[in-house]
């Protein structure tokens, strides 16, 4: 299930500068330790100790947060696109 | 080589690092928000004995009728920063009000005539550019809900930088045409403003373009605490008893806070507690639910409310506004649309004061919490009213009255006086119905 993840920039070293990245993965869980293969180190920053996703970041499925889905257990399916942004600040 | 040297030895005094408000973790006064290491949110570090060593009531009392004059609690080095008049708005004794609702002091600061766009964003974004200006960029951009696509394009014309803003496609007229006429490049999302943020983070991160809101935030958000600095001033150098602000992203309530922190810890004005409450439209009120319901985290919502500005369903500091309404004894309420259009209605008869849909959240609010016992009528409240109204027109509109149509004849005139005075007496009549 080949989908395409928009990595955030203060990831971008863990991607040798890439944006984004070609990744296979059922669920964002799937996701997850797919992207830690390809680029050891990022799923500690992405997630905490208990492996929870962080609060302070917010991943999108085509566009809808995964919040409005299914959490970190929302279904990916080929071609979709997994945006990964940091909170930011209003008005 | 010497204006980086010149500029080193301004920028020492009173602020060095960016630090993490998470992990603590310290980076360089570069133009970034996030932490590489937790993702929470960078703040920017100062030294407050120097701030303590080279500032009194008087320094200040002494600087520009501006936000400039608290310029050593500002994260900018330059000694002309971008200075429009922005800041040192009126706090208005609301005595009408105080008396409809039953309290015995209450004040409006009022940000509706900030300049110089009318709404309190010419304070973070007079600190956002100078610092844009200082880190060398020559495009500004930020996500808006409208208020700060007005302010971000009319200082980014006066300080001759390239703009470029982001709105979600369906806002008020007002704000676009507000936006527009400073020539700015503008985006129209077709999206909600959470859609609008985030397609703007992407953006930063390939544009090389300094966001207000986004790279910028760390130094853009503190210019939110002059408004703390202001009425404690204002006051006449105390801190209030209460006060009721409008929860967006929750980043204008945690630095009114951070504001009285700052005065307090340099000797300003004496330390006592002060209780923060939050007001929140119900069409999007993910804090509100929150504080409710006993939670320490926010859960997204999608908005939907006639409160535009404030409709911001992903609030990145919604923890921090919980955090704060909890440890002070504060409360954060919701109001409906009608109770709305009602504020902004109550506000002007009562005091004058035009207000937008999201100072009409924030009287809808403070009434609400003054009927549920939960502001006693002798505390010394202050209602930040932060936008104006003269550009949410449409909210209004079918709910207030409409001119006599009169010919320029005095019988005329006199018949349509009548009319009206029948017409106060009916509506009179009707109130205890």
Not at chain 2, 170 to 182: Q, S
Request: aromatic residues 8%; hydrophobic residues 40%.
């Amino acid at each position: 299930m080949a989908v395409k993840v928009l990595i955030p920039t203060p990831l971008q070293k863990f991607t040798n500068n890439q944006a984004t990245l070609e990744c296979d993965g059922g669920t964002i869980v799937e996701l997850l330790n797919a992207l830690e293969s390809a680029c050891p180190g990022i799923k500690a920053r992405l997630c905490d100790d208990a492996g929870e996703l962080r609060r302070f970041i917010n991943f999108y499925v085509n566009s809808e947060d995964i919040r409005f889905l299914d959490g970190k257990d929302t279904a990916l399916s080929d071609g979709d696109e997994v945006s990964i942004v940091p909170a930011v600040a209003g008005g | 080589m010497t204006q980086s040297i010149e500029r080193s030895l301004a920028t020492t005094p009173t602020f060095s690092a960016l630090k993490c408000r998470e992990c603590g973790e310290t980076y360089d006064l570069g133009a970034k928000h996030v932490c590489e290491e937790c993702f929470g949110p960078l703040e920017v570090a100062y030294d407050y004995d120097a701030i303590r060593r080279r500032v009194t009531r008087s320094t200040i009392q002494a600087g520009p009728l501006s936000i400039w004059r608290y310029k050593d609690f500002l994260p900018v080095s330059t000694d002309s920063p971008i200075d429009v008049g922005t800041g040192m708005t009126p706090l208005v004794r609301a005595n009408r009000l105080a008396r409809q609702l039953g309290l015995k002091e209450l004040y409006i600061k009022n940000d509706a005539v900030n300049m110089p766009t009318l709404s309190f964003k010419d304070r973070v974004v007079s600190v956002a550019l100078t610092r844009a200006q200082e880190l060398g960029f020559t495009t500004v951009s930020c996500a808006s809900t409208g208020n700060l696509a007005n302010s971000t394009a009319a200082i980014a014309a006066h300080a001759g930088l390239d703009c470029c803003v982001f709105i979600p496609s369906d806002l008020e007229a007002g704000k676009v045409l507000g936006t527009l006429i400073y020539n700015p490049t503008l985006m129209a999302v077709q999206g909600n403003y959470d859609q609008v943020n985030r397609l703007c983070s992407e953006v930063a991160n390939t544009h090389g373009w300094g966001f207000v809101n986004i790279n910028l935030r760390p130094y853009y958000s503190e210019g939110s605490k002059t408004l703390g600095f202001e009425v404690a001033e204002q006051l006449g150098w105390r801190l209030p008893d209460h006060i009721v602000a409008p929860l967006a992203s929750g980043s204008l309530f945690t630095k009114i806070y951070k504001g009285f922190q700052e005065f307090v810890k340099v000797g300003l004005v004496d330390d006592k507690p002060v209780r923060f409450s939050g007001a929140q439209a119900e069409g999007c009120s993910p804090i509100a639910q929150a504080f409710k319901e006993g939670r320490d985290f926010v859960t997204p919502v999608k908005p939907s409310t006639i409160a535009k500005s404030i409709a911001i369903g992903n609030p990145a500091d919604g923890i921090y506004a919980l955090d704060i309404a909890r440890k002070t004894n504060g409360n954060i309420e919701a109001v409906t649309d009608a109770e709305i259009v009602a504020g902004m209605k109550l506000l002007a008869e009562t005091e004058g004061i035009f207000t937008e849909t999201a100072g009409g959240t924030t009287i809808a609010v403070l009434k609400k919490l003054v009927e549920a016992g939960k502001i006693n009528p002798d505390e010394s409240t202050v209602v930040y009213i932060t936008g104006n109204g003269l550009k949410t027109q449409e909210a209004v509109q079918g709910y207030i009255g409409e001119p006599f149509v009169i010919e320029p004849k005095l019988d005329s005139f006199e018949r349509a006086l009548e009319r009206s005075r029948t017409l106060d007496r009916l509506e009179w009549q009707q109130v205890p119905v």
